[in-house]
């Protein structure tokens, strides 16, 4: 009698257990508990590509999960970030913001400011300089020559980049803006096609991210004159900034830092920013960005927000000089 008149609470006391069970290990989940997804604006086999593999690697063991690089070029970013920027602030999507998507876009048009006013900044992995290339055919063989030979030919030298707004083709705004001379900009679907054009003597120069054109550089098949950065590159010691090589105070950085959407919980925010700052001091991470010409940056998201805000302001007066906006 006992056991029949009890059934029914029984029953129901056994299930509210078995449910609040369920529920407890859910909600006592420390972040992370699952893979993490990495999202990309460059392609498989790019300089941000491997720098962020190289990276994410690290601090995924640190966070103790797999975090899944999602490549997703195109749109001179923007696909990217509205990706980043519509995923939820849960921790489980982050991505990549650079130069070009947190620093250029935002001039370029309305839907690429959209995207980098909603998310949210982390921390500054490292930067890295473009390389100031010529053709070999070119007869120059300094920066000054360069100013000489195109102030001598207004409207007549070449340049290359990866594409409308890229750091590539603002770079050669900012030289023409700073040396005065005229150029040609003509845009490539990929860096490596215009670099290609250059090395075949059909474009006269490139700025490109110093990984992408080093190994041609080194090879002779394009003739560098300079590195874009603050300071001279480990890599290529003996070639000086544009700054020291006749162009006081020009300087180019491609920049690369991870962000999440707007509304990360500061916890899981701050949890990822110690993971990488512990990374940037890894030594075989720190070989690895200087072997592909980065320096490494960390620090906290307040100092990411420094940098952004001083090249937004920087990229935008020259985007309006070059008429590089699409609305």
């Avoid at 040609?184 to 250059?198: E, F, L, M, Q, R």
């Avoid at 474009?203 to 990984?211: H, P």
């Avoid at 890599?235 to 544009?242: E, S, Y």
Wanted: hydrophobic share 40%; net charge positive; proline share 7%.
């Amino acid at each position: 009698m006992f056991t029949f008149l009890s059934r029914k609470p029984f029953q129901c006391l056994l299930a509210g257990v078995v449910a609040a069970v369920a529920v407890v290990p859910h909600a006592r989940a420390e972040y992370p508990d699952k893979p993490i997804k990495y999202v990309l604006s460059a392609g498989a086999g790019s300089g941000p590509d491997s720098l962020m593999r190289l990276v994410l690697q690290d601090v995924g063991k640190r966070l103790g999960q797999t975090i899944v690089v999602d490549n997703r070029p195109g749109g001179g970013g923007l696909i990217a970030m509205q990706s980043i920027a519509n995923a939820a602030p849960d921790g489980y999507t982050i991505g990549h913001g650079n130069t070009q998507t947190l620093g250029i876009n935002p001039s370029m048009n309305k839907a690429s400011k959209t995207a980098a006013d909603h998310v949210q900044l982390i921390v500054q992995v490292g930067y890295t300089p473009n390389l100031l290339s010529v053709s070999p055919k070119l007869p120059v063989n300094s920066v000054k020559d360069l100013v000489a030979y195109g102030k001598s030919r207004p409207g007549k030298l070449m340049f290359a980049s990866a594409g409308n707004g890229t750091s590539g083709h603002l770079s050669g705004e900012l030289f023409k803006k700073m040396t005065g001379i005229e150029m040609i900009h003509v845009p490539y679907k990929t860096a490596p096609a215009g670099v290609n054009d250059v090395m075949a003597g059909h474009v006269d120069l490139v700025f490109d991210n110093l990984a992408g054109s080093l190994a041609a550089a080194k090879s002779g098949k394009l003739k560098a004159l300079a590195v874009t950065g603050p300071k001279r590159s480990p890599l290529m010691p003996d070639l000086p900034t544009v700054s020291e090589a006749g162009v006081p105070q020009f300087e180019v950085v491609a920049w690369s830092g991870v962000i999440a959407p707007e509304g990360l919980p500061p916890a899981i925010a701050q949890k990822i920013n110690t993971a990488v700052n512990q990374t940037l001091k890894d030594p075989h991470v720190i070989e690895g960005m200087r072997d592909l010409g980065y320096v490494i940056v960390g620090g906290t998201a307040a100092d990411f927000s420094t940098v952004v805000k001083k090249e937004r302001a920087k990229w935008g007066d020259i985007v309006k000089r070059s008429g590089a906006a699409t609305d």
